[in-house]
Every structure is written in structure tokens, then in C-alpha cells.
T-cell receptor, first 118, second 112 residues
Framework: DAMVIQNPRYQVTQFGKPVTLSCSQT?????MYWYQQKSSQAPKLLFH???????NEADTPDNFQSRRPNTSFCFLDIRSPGLGDAAMYLC?????????????????FGSGTQLSVL | DAKTTQPTSMDCAEGRAANLPCNHS???????VYWYRQIHSQGPQYIIH???NNETNEMASLIITEDRKSSTLILPHATLRDTAVYYC?????????????FGKGTMLLVSP
């Protein structure tokens, strides 16, 4: 059963043409993340939401925006995609597991959207 | 968060144990060691985590040295489907919701 669902699996856009990637979750988790992963590199965090509170990483370009209209859905908007924005975009949710004293965070990832920019 | 060091790549024969090392010599007492893996073209998947005791679950075992400066992830009977990039991550415990920073990881290739 898919828990974090990303659509579409593959997305092709043109240079400079706005594009939106979507993510939905059935886990009812408070936190949702967007990561960017370029070829042969590790995933890099772009931003995350704790409920409706948006947290941007310091080095995330202004070209990247996000929306979270409700608990289940989160969107990644790229306002003017450049060739360097071609990458896999991964959505994740997280939940605190265990007791507060020994609580740890477990991330659940979607399968990602592979974005190509022509 | 403490920095981790992992070998770039490792090979393992199918059916044998895969032992993936991770060095985290600057780890502090309240930091967990997490392991995730990423199979090609999929999102990362949680495997296991530990603080100071050895841990085992249905996927793997985690051995943490007594001084906590290094750990080893063990896949007891590797299969072809275990071919993936394995990430060792150190993160403060009890920090509530936080962000995991992925390093370069180890590419494990399981061969027939």
C-alpha cells in the first residue's frame, strides 16, 4: 500500500516554464519534506513543513516554492526551471516514534518525480 | 551533527553477509546512528537506528562499538535486491522533528 505518493513519476518541462510536482500521504504525518537529488548525488533537503509552518533551507534557491493546502498534500513549484534543476525530487513524511525520552524520527519517502528540463 | 565516513562502494556475493562500516568518531552522547538505503530509482528507505546498544530487526543488524565512534550494518544473507546505496546518518536524539542530512553513502553491489 503506497503511503507517500508522488505524481507524476516522470515530468518533462521546458526551460523557463513553471512546473508543479505533487505529493500526497495517507499516513497523517505532521511533517513533510522535499528533497532534490541530482544524478549520482545524495538527496539534498530543500524545505519542510511542520503542519503549516514552512521551513526553508538557507541555500534553497528562490526559484523553488512550496505549498501545503492540508495535511495530506504538498506541492513543489519551480517558477522558472533551468537546465540545472533537472533532478529527482523526493517527498518524504515523518513521524516521531517511541517514547518522548527515546523518541526518534523515521522518514517515509515516496518514489520520487524525475524532472527533465529541455 | 557528527560527520560520518563510509566506503564509496562494496561488493558482496549473494547469500553471504554484507557488513557495511561507518565511522562517526565525533559522535556525541545524545546522537542516534540511523541507516537508510536507496534502491535505484526509488526513494530512501529506513532500515534501522541505534543509540549505544546493538539492534536487530527484520531487515538488518546494527553493531555499535563501545566507544560509539563507529558502527557496522549487517545484512545477514544478502540478496540481489539488496543492491543499493546505504546511508549512515548521525542525528541528535530527542530533538523532535528534525532534518536528516544524507552523505554520499556506500554503493553495495550484490552479485550472483
Amino acid at each position: 500500500d503506497a503511503m507517500v505518493i508522488q505524481n507524476p513519476r516522470y515530468q518533462v518541462t521546458q526551460f523557463g516554464k513553471p512546473v508543479t510536482l505533487s505529493c500526497s500521504q495517507t499516513l497523517n504525518h505532521n511533517v513533510m519534506y522535499w528533497y532534490q537529488q541530482k544524478s549520482s548525488q545524495a538527496p539534498k533537503l530543500l524545505f519542510h513543513y511542520y503542519d503549516k509552518d514552512f521551513n526553508n533551507e538557507a541555500d534553497t534557491p528562490d526559484n523553488f516554492q512550496s505549498r501545503r493546502p492540508n495535511t495530506s498534500f504538498c506541492f513543489l513549484d519551480i517558477r522558472s526551471p533551468g537546465l540545472g534543476d533537472a533532478a529527482m525530487y523526493l517527498c518524504a513524511t515523518s513521524s516521531l516514534m517511541g517514547k518522548r525520552q527515546g523518541a526518534y524520527e523515521k522518514l517515509f519517502f515516496g518514489s520520487g518525480t524525475q524532472l527533465s528540463v529541455l | 551533527d557528527a560527520k560520518t565516513t563510509q566506503p564509496t562502494s562494496m561488493d558482496c556475493a549473494e547469500g553471504r553477509a554484507a557488513n557495511l562500516p561507518c565511522n562517526h568518531s565525533t559522535i556525541s552522547g545524545n546522537e542516534y546512528v540511523y541507516w537508510y538505503r536507496q534502491i535505484h530509482s526509488q526513494g530512501p528507505q529506513y532500515i534501522i537506528h541505534g543509540l549505544k546498544n546493538n539492534e536487530t530487526n527484520e531487515m538488518a543488524s546494527l553493531i555499535i562499538t563501545e566507544d560509539r565512534k563507529s558502527s557496522t550494518l549487517i545484512l545477514p544473507h544478502a540478496t540481489l535486491r539488496d543492491t543499493a546505496v546505504y546511508y549512515c546518518i548521525v542525528r541528535v536524539a530527542n530533538s523532535g522533528y528534525s532534518t536528516l542530512t544524507f552523505g554520499k553513502g556506500t554503493m553495495l553491489l550484490v552479485s550472483p
